[in-house]
């Protein structure tokens, strides 16, 4: 296997990229920009090679486009390093406004599901990809984003298709070993960047030829993200192993809560303001997050201990 430099890329999309969670303002679906703003603080303090925001882990459903575009000019003005937004609509014109604004806010490049929602075919999906870049065609790179639990997939036919089109590069949020096997060839013929959205998977990722992560757990936990990819790079084995038991014993408290609630919960455990959940849980999982609150304290005081040296 090949060992992974820690710059997986010359240019694009690459490394450890959080996935911002998005606070919101107390009683209304609106952005609490100074809770953004702090958020973007402690990221760039951790190193992380990049920020996206109004991701999934971002929420991005649960704003106005008008709100995402304030929010990421403040954000980009205030990170000290690239910012990227995810401009995904469930319609063509607010996507290509969403982008118009990242362009002059200074941001790095945007990513782009098929609509949100509703299903398509892929001759549908390629249409909406090629109508959305000729539209903004030249403003700032475009990446794809594949996450098929949330929208239609992208077939790796249609990544083909769209990366020889001019598309940058393309996330993949599917987890599907078999899909993201093809994608590196796919992407390597092209030069394009390929990024994982699955931490679990990361490691064996990374060495396969991914050009990072986009990690929703590294809107909380950047420190563990930017440690367990230098220890990828380095192929230290014994921090690989240790780092990825941290990292699935994060995941796996995720995996059992409406995503991104545990990441926000655990910002907030960080002294983050990070704001409330969208929607409240049953009582089961009221009493598992308090659970969570009880674990979270001495399983940090752990991966603070075994990230010496890796941070």
């Not at 393309?170 to 990024?195: N, R």
């Not at 396969?208 to 230098?230: E, N, T």
């Amino acid at each position: 296997m090949k060992t992974p430099s820690r710059t997986a890329s010359d240019s694009g999309l690459s490394g450890v990229v959080a996935a911002s969670i998005t606070p919101r303002s107390a009683g209304e679906s609106k952005v609490d920009l100074a809770g953004l703003l702090e958020t973007i603080d402690f990221l760039c303090l951790a190193r992380v090679d990049g920020i996206v925001l109004f991701g999934s882990t971002g929420e991005f459903v649960h704003f106005e486009t008008t709100d995402r575009a304030r929010a990421l000019s403040l954000a980009v003005k205030r990170s000290r390093c690239p910012v990227y937004a995810n401009v995904s609509h469930s319609n063509l014109d607010s996507a290509i406004a969403l982008a118009d604004e990242a362009s002059r806010a200074g941001a790095e490049g945007v990513l782009l599901m098929p609509p949100v929602y509703f299903r398509y075919d892929q001759e549908t999906v390629h249409q909406y990809f090629v109508e959305f870049l000729d539209a903004i065609r030249g403003l700032l790179p475009v990446y794809l984003y594949n996450i098929p639990m949330f929208s239609t997939g992208i077939s790796v036919e249609t990544v083909a298709g769209l990366l020889a089109a001019g598309y940058s590069g393309i996330k993949d949020s599917s987890g599907d070993l078999a899909y993201f096997t093809q994608l590196v060839e796919c992407c390597a013929s092209s030069g394009a960047s390929l990024l994982t959205g699955s931490e679990r998977l990361y490691g064996r990722f990374r060495g396969a030829g991914a050009s990072g992560i986009i990690s929703g757990v590294a809107s909380a936990m950047p420190d563990l993200l930017v440690g367990y990819d230098k220890a990828l790079c380095a192929a230290d084995q014994d921090a690989i192993a240790r780092l990825a038991t941290r990292v699935e014993e994060f995941v796996a408290w995720c995996d059992e809560f409406p995503a991104p609630m545990i990441v926000r919960e655990a910002a907030i455990l960080r002294g983050l303001r990070a704001g409330a959940a969208a929607a409240p849980l049953g009582p089961v999982l009221r009493g598992r997050l308090e659970e969570f609150r009880g674990w979270f304290p001495g399983w940090l005081r752990t991966v603070e201990s075994e990230l010496v040296g890796w941070r």
